[in-house]
């Protein structure tokens, strides 16, 4: 059965907003390989309305590799109740239904990792339901001090375990949790 999966760049404070105005200069070999590994082992991208209209807009013109082949080709499922089409770019379906009926009968497809990009309420709607297989946060030595972010105030108590972690060369924290039972 596939995984649900998600990497997100994740500030000391929490933010995880906007990373492209943080976490450029930690961007090192480490963080490459993080995400170069968690790109092999998916085969799908879930992704929230915010999140795929925003990417939408830059990734089908992109030249910025490798990402923008792997994004640009991979299926892309968009979660959205506003949203009436997705056709704009290349590879995306749009899914109305209940995220856990549908995250169940996409596990239960053939394949890789269904894996979660961006997509910060989507995430936190997966977490909250119990839906995600595994969260990887890469967090990078910066305080942003605003911004959007992953775990807010009156979630339930949720207890994970530490399945690895690593520490990239610009001080940048990868730690991997997978819900425990």
Same mark, same amino acid.
């Given at each position: 059965?596939?995984?649900?999966?998600?990497?997100?760049?994740?500030?000391?404070?929490?933010?995880?907003?906007?990373?492209?105005?943080?976490?450029?200069?930690?961007?090192?070999?480490?963080?490459?390989?993080?995400?170069?590994?968690?790109?092999?082992?998916?085969?799908?991208?879930?992704?929230?309305?915010?999140?795929?209209?925003?990417?939408?807009?830059?990734?089908?013109?992109?030249?910025?590799?490798?990402?923008?082949?792997?994004?640009?080709?991979?299926?892309?499922?968009?979660?959205?109740?506003?949203?009436?089409?997705?056709?704009?770019?290349?590879?995306?379906?749009?899914?109305?239904?209940?995220?856990?009926?549908?995250?169940?009968?996409?596990?239960?497809?053939?394949?890789?990792?269904?894996?979660?990009?961006?997509?910060?309420?989507?995430? *936190?709607?997966?977490? +909250?339901?119990?839906? &995600?297989?595994? @969260? $990887? %946060?890469?967090?990078?030595? #910066?305080?942003?001090?605003?911004?959007? *972010?992953?775990?807010? +105030?009156?979630?339930? &108590?949720?207890? @994970? $375990? %530490?399945?690895?972690?690593? #520490?990239?060369?610009?001080?940048?924290?990868?730690?991997?949790?997978?819900?425990?039972?």
């Amino acid at each position: 059965m596939r995984k649900v999966v998600s990497g997100l760049f994740i500030s000391l404070d929490g933010v995880t907003e906007a990373p492209n105005e943080w976490q450029f200069d930690h961007f090192d070999q480490g963080m490459e390989e993080f995400m170069g590994a968690m790109l092999a082992e998916q085969d799908a991208v879930l992704l929230g309305r915010v999140t795929w209209e925003q990417w939408a807009g830059y990734w089908p013109s992109s030249t910025d590799e490798p990402f923008a082949s792997y994004i640009n080709n991979v299926p892309k499922y968009v979660f959205s109740k506003t949203l009436n089409d997705v056709s704009a770019w290349q590879n995306s379906t749009l899914l109305k239904g209940d995220l856990a009926a549908e995250i169940g009968r996409l596990k239960q497809e053939p394949g890789k990792n269904l894996g979660v990009a961006g997509s910060v309420g989507l995430v *936190r709607s997966l977490f +909250e339901a119990g839906l &995600l297989d595994e @969260l $990887s %946060l890469a967090i990078h030595p #910066v305080v942003v001090g605003k911004g959007d *972010r992953l775990f807010r +105030e009156g979630m339930d &108590l949720k207890r @994970l $375990s %530490l399945v690895s972690s690593k #520490v990239t060369p610009t001080g940048v924290a990868i730690l991997t949790y997978q819900p425990r039972e």
